[in-house]
């Protein structure tokens, strides 16, 4: 039985073709089950069916159907140990548009989790999972934040470590502000203020973050009680002034400022205990910890493609293994014959001396030819070996 | 028997010492760290049973319990990942200070087994012990005050690989090194109380060492009472780690004598 991967992802299909084939997790179950023994993994950045042992144009027709186009030349297929390695890339992140971002290993297991796979499916998605595990714990390519909030979120972690109840002072209700606030939020800050021009826009923000709303002439008078200000509104001049800042004595204060022109004054950076980080600063910091993603991306294809030798190796060894078993069915065989021969000269007690003596002596006879020909399929005499194995004992008819 | 564990603990500690340079390394410094303290510890055991009384009063003896106390408080958290650039400010010095303590003869039995040093055991069990414990961990107090200050430096100028050549976070290093400290000046208070009991007893006066460490301990108490945060605390531990510096390595030599 092999295996063999079809689907789409963001290196060759637009977004508007991937909206149309990604399924969530009930619908992309459903057509896995369609497809016989397989697993649909389907994110907004893939949509791909593993079969095990499928017919191919089967199941590029499902994912056709799904489109409701023909998906020619979009479609990539691999088979065997090419697939594996392809999920295994997968799972660890390296086939990611962010190299090493994490949230696709809890895809693929949602994916693997939400259908009752076969051996081999079972096998390489439990491997894929602990190949992503250990790429995540052996390298650091899924440390570094890769977007301007969850880098913002990452500085702050840096100076305050747990950020559990931390309060933070949100100036201006736009969209980045809000993303490295919620960021913030996941990390267990709590967003205490939120300063707005329109004060309903604001009272709106924080009711959703649990805080309270302020005027924007009111942030002075709030940041001793922070220790976080972001700042993003549309406004033209300066919002805060190093001026209006309150001495800290000892407790640092960190802004993020993510507005275009900017909100802060720099000059706020010089206070004593001040941090301010602007868009241009946030963005630096995510380039370069990008070029260290895949610095260490290298590292994490180097224990990808150790995986996929192990699966290779796995895969080999269930050549043999039908042989193993045959092999050892007609010695069992024949070893309950002969001893159904001897027994009715035999008392109770030496009947059971033999059957433990025969049984014995096969294991002891068959355990040497077992672990030769697992080894042997390690390499690609397996088959041989295999082969060798049935027409010796000529168990040809056991295939 | 002691040649046998000194080499493996230098080594380890060595080992250690270029490890932490890199990342990819760190793993296997932590592993020099555990295991030649391991070494030295069985060193120092096989120094004690030998002995016929208490074998570190020699200021090599003394120098080479020291870096043991060192790499001791530095095993307690050091060893995780994010603390390898302390170790890499910890175990060079620690390697450093092991080959003084093994050219001053501070590691082999020579000391050990040599006339009895003209004080009891239990007092310089007393003295010796808990001020060499205290100085260990304002030594690697001092240490966390340096990443604090460098990391602090870092994220003022906005570095771009502040993320990508992590240290601990601020709040981290400033706790972990506040309290260092504060476990550290009770250990040298008592190390100090019973060498001034002794003095009192024998008659003597101060010498510039004891000045200078009651002076350390002033420093530290002060740290211990206005609880200091932020970049002044770092440099108060700096300070006071200026002053055990000073007391160890330039006027050692005529207490001990």
């Given at each position: 039985m092999t295996l063999t991967v079809v689907g789409l992802s963001h290196h060759v299909a637009n977004v508007d073709l991937r909206e149309r084939v990604t399924l969530d997790l009930d619908a992309a179950a459903a057509l896995a089950r369609a497809a016989g023994d397989a697993v649909c993994l389907s994110t907004c950045n893939r949509t791909e069916l593993y079969v095990a042992g499928g017919d191919e144009s089967e199941v590029t027709a499902l994912l056709e159907g799904v489109a409701g186009e023909s998906l020619e030349g979009v479609l990539y297929t691999l088979h065997g140990e090419a697939a594996a390695l392809h999920l295994f890339r997968v799972a660890a992140g390296l086939?990611?548009?962010?190299?090493?971002?994490?949230e696709i290993l809890g895809q693929v297991r949602a994916a693997f989790e939400a259908v009752s796979a076969g051996p081999l499916l079972d096998r390489v998605f439990r491997q894929a999972l602990t190949v992503g595990k250990r790429v995540r714990a052996e390298t650091a390519i899924g440390e570094s934040p890769a977007s301007v909030s969850s880098a913002a979120a990452a500085l702050v972690a840096q100076v305050?470590?747990?950020?559990?109840?931390r309060p933070v002072l949100l100036i201006g209700a736009g969209r980045m502000g809000e993303l490295a606030a919620g960021n913030l939020a996941s990390r267990g800050a709590r967003i205490a203020y939120v300063a707005n021009r329109t004060l309903s826009a604001g009272r709106q923000l924080a009711d959703r973050f649990g805080g309270s709303a302020i005027a924007l002439a009111d942030v002075p008078a709030h940041l001793g009680e922070v220790d976080v200000v972001i700042s993003s509104t549309g406004s033209a001049d300066r919002v805060l002034r190093a001026a209006d800042v309150p001495a800290r004595r000892g407790r640092p204060l960190f802004f993020v400022d993510i507005a275009v022109p900017r909100d802060l004054d720099p000059a706020i950076a010089s206070l004593d205990g001040c941090f301010l980080y602007d868009i241009d600063d946030l963005e630096a910091v995510v380039a370069e910890t990008l070029a260290g993603r895949r610095a260490e991306a290298t590292r994490a294809e180097q224990l990808v493609a150790e995986e996929a030798t192990r699966f290779r190796s796995w895969q080999a060894s269930l050549e043999v293994v039908p042989a193993i078993a045959s092999l050892r069915a007609r010695a069992e065989e024949i070893r309950q014959g002969e001893l159904a021969k001897a027994e009715p000269r035999l008392s109770e007690r030496e009947r059971q001396a033999l059957d433990s003596v025969t049984t014995q002596i096969l294991n002891k006879l068959l355990h040497l030819p077992t672990v030769r020909m697992k080894e042997a399929a390690v390499t690609a005499d397996g088959a041989v070996y295999a082969d060798a194995v049935r027409h010796l004992f000529g168990l040809e008819d056991d295939r | 028997m002691v040649e046998a564990l000194f080499w493996p603990a230098l080594l380890g500690y060595g080992e250690a010492a270029i490890a932490y340079a890199s990342l990819r390394t760190a793993r296997a410094g932590t592993w020099g760290v555990r295991l030649g303290w391991l070494a030295q510890s069985a060193l120092l055991a096989v120094q004690a049973d030998r002995a016929d009384g208490f074998p570190w009063a020699s200021w090599s003896g003394s120098l080479n319990l020291f870096v043991w106390f060192v790499v001791g408080f530095y095993l307690i958290w050091g060893c995780r990942p994010r603390f390898r650039l302390l170790g890499l400010a910890v175990m060079p010095v620690a390697f450093v200070l092991l080959v003084a303590a093994r050219l001053g003869g501070g590691t082999g039995l020579a000391h050990a087994a040599g006339k009895a040093p003209p004080y009891g055991n239990l007092f310089l069990v007393l003295h010796v012990g808990f001020v060499l414990a205290a100085f260990a961990g304002f030594t690697v107090a001092a240490g966390l005050a340096g990443l604090y200050l460098w990391e602090e430096r870092r994220l003022k100028q906005r570095s771009a690989d502040i993320l990508r050549l992590r240290l601990p976070p601020l709040d981290s290093l400033e706790r972990l090194a506040r309290r260092t400290i504060a476990v550290s000046l009770p250990l040298l208070t008592l190390g100090l109380a019973a060498g001034i009991v002794r003095m009192r007893r024998d008659g003597d006066g101060l010498d510039a060492l004891e000045v200078l460490t009651l002076g350390a301990w002033a420093l530290y108490g002060s740290f211990v009472l206005a609880r200091p945060t932020g970049r002044r605390a770092a440099y108060l531990a700096l300070g006071g780690f200026a002053l055990v510096a000073l007391a160890r390595l330039a006027l050692a030599g005529s207490h001990f004598a």
């Open positions: 086939d990611s548009l962010v190299p090493g971002e994490g305050f470590g747990d950020l559990t109840g | -």
